[in-house]
């Protein structure tokens, strides 16, 4: 079975500063993890992926994020928040075991504010 | 040249009604997807389709049908519509060749109110 958590409804961060987002998993084997972003009245937008190799992954719009497999924890970054990425962020997990689902489970999303 | 679109993008329909939304991507892709997204904003799978396997959320109920007519499209039928039936709806596709490695296009919405 695969789970993912994202343990904070909201983020407050003021412009300039960096922001993190937070998200962990659950799954039995490899994990495949994706991080979107929704804009309000849009759909999803994929900002990056984990699948192997390189623990810090980067994606558009200056997102990166780190793999810790030892916390199972995927976390958002960037290192100077604008006020344009106050939106929506959704973290999605798919177990990547033998006879697991190709559908990734969506976590409850983050509205992240960024503060002028 | 959008990659994934559905439409209408807004419907509002009495209770009871009967409804399709429809879906497209240009793509290529094997994969797509509904997704029903909540007003607390939560995201829920509803249908997974490629062109070997329908994946069905069990809580889905049976008065919500997916129709492919081909790779490119996947419609949602909607029922004897209800009040609780109020929500965006998202399609999606991806390339699932790589066993679910690759990430998903979503497109805008559509905004379903029941009144």
């Known amino acids: 079975a695969q789970s993912v958590a994202q343990p904070e409804d909201q983020v407050n961060v003021a412009e300039g500063n960096p922001l993190t987002v937070k998200c962990t998993y659950s799954v039995s084997g490899n994990p495949y993890l994706f991080w979107y972003v929704q804009y309000p009245n849009r759909g999803l937008q994929f900002l990056l992926k984990?699948?192997?190799?390189?623990?810090l992954v980067k994606g558009s719009y200056g997102f990166e994020a780190e793999f810790n497999k030892s916390q199972t924890s995927f976390h958002l970054k960037k290192p100077s928040a604008l006020v344009s990425d106050s939106a929506l962020y959704f973290c999605a997990v798919r177990d990547g075991a033998s006879g697991g689902s190709y559908i990734p489970t969506f976590g409850r999303g983050t509205s992240l504010i960024v503060h002028p | 040249d959008t990659a994934v679109s559905q439409t209408p993008k807004y419907l509002v329909t009495q209770m009871g009604n009967d409804k399709s939304i429809k879906c497209e991507q240009n793509l290529g892709h094997d994969t797509m997807y509904w997704y029903k997204q909540d007003s607390k904003k939560f995201l829920k799978i509803m249908f997974s389709y490629n062109n070997k396997e329908l994946i069905i959320n069990e809580t889905v109920p049976n008065r919500f049908s997916p129709k492919s007519p081909d790779k490119a499209h996947l419609n949602l039928h909607i029922n004897s519509l209800e009040l609780g039936d109020s929500a965006v709806y998202f399609c999606?596709?991806?390339?699932?060749?790589?066993?679910?490695?690759?990430?998903?296009?979503f497109g805008q919405g559509t905004r379903l109110t029941v009144v």
């Open positions: 984990y699948i192997t190799g390189d623990n």
């Open positions: 999606a596709s991806s390339q699932d060749g790589l066993g679910g490695r690759t990430e998903a296009f």
